[in-house]
Antibody
Framework: QVQLVQSGAEVKKPGASVKVSCKAS????????ISWVRQAPGQGLEWMGW????????NYAQKLQGRVTMTTDTSTSTAYMELRSLRSDDTAVYYC???????????WGQGTMVTVSS | QSVLTQPPSVSGAPGQRVTISCTGS?????????VHWYQQLPGTAPKLLIY???NRPSGVPDRFSGSKSGTSASLAITGLQAEDEADYYC????????????FGGGTKLTVL
């Protein structure tokens, strides 16, 4: 069964960092890219960035440049998203999603709630 | 302000047909990039509904269909059912944003 399983909920203080993991199973991680998408409470979907698991190339949303880093560990079939200098408006559910050859997100993780609060 | 524009809400009675529009520009949909659609039920992760403008993944009922023309795309749902009540998002690629993927703002479908 093809699936992405994410790490659990996090509560962080403003200025801190968070690192969310996304473990793939049922397929070869290096065959697809992984995008990260977030959704603030009651809001729509926001694309954060993409990583090529094959060669590590990344492409980040302009508004997050300098604060976000996406990496992968092919030995454990796990992708990671780290967001630094957290602010209250970073409070959201963070999703990882597999990107297929059409550029569609065909498999999604279950989501990780990140709450930023003092 | 989303790069792709969707109506905030649409509604329809059971059995009816509804459409959800997704309007872009010459740097995304109009440039020929594929449009994909997602359904998000309350409290769950989005699910791919339509890929490559008009293709359904395995398991998606043929009541759902997609189309694209010029700088816009549409999702049509026929034979509306109560279980279709959800948020729907379109997604594409934008060449003006250095290879960035873009979403529409989302449309809440209410089944009356």
């Amino acid at each position: 069964q093809v699936q992405l399983v994410q790490s659990g909920a996090e509560v962080k203080k403003p200025g801190a960092s968070v690192k969310v993991s996304c473990k793939a199973s049922g397929y070869t991680l290096t065959s697809y890219g992984i995008s990260w998408v977030r959704q603030a409470p009651g809001q729509g979907l926001e694309w954060m960035g993409w990583i090529s698991v094959y060669n590590g190339n990344t492409n980040y949303a302009q508004k997050l440049q300098g604060r976000v880093t996406m990496t992968t560990d092919t030995s454990t079939s796990t992708a990671y998203m780290e967001l630094r200098s957290l602010r209250s408006d970073d409070t959201a559910v963070y999703y990882c999603a597999r990107e297929d050859d059409y550029g569609a997100f065909d498999i999604w993780g279950q989501g990780t709630m990140v709450t930023v609060s003092s | 302000q989303s790069v792709l524009t969707q109506p905030p809400s649409v509604s329809g009675a059971p059995g009816q047909r509804v459409t959800i529009s997704c309007t872009g520009s010459s740097s995304n949909i109009g440039a020929g990039y594929d449009v994909h659609w997602y359904q998000q039920l309350p409290g769950t992760a989005p699910k791919l509904l339509i890929y490559g403008n008009n293709n359904r993944p395995s398991g998606v009922p043929d009541r759902f269909s997609g189309s694209k023309s010029g700088t816009s795309a549409s999702l049509a749902i026929t034979g509306l059912q109560a279980e279709d009540e959800a948020d729907y998002y379109c997604q594409s690629y934008d060449s003006s944003l250095s290879g960035r993927r873009v979403f529409g703002g989302g449309t809440k479908l209410t089944v009356l």
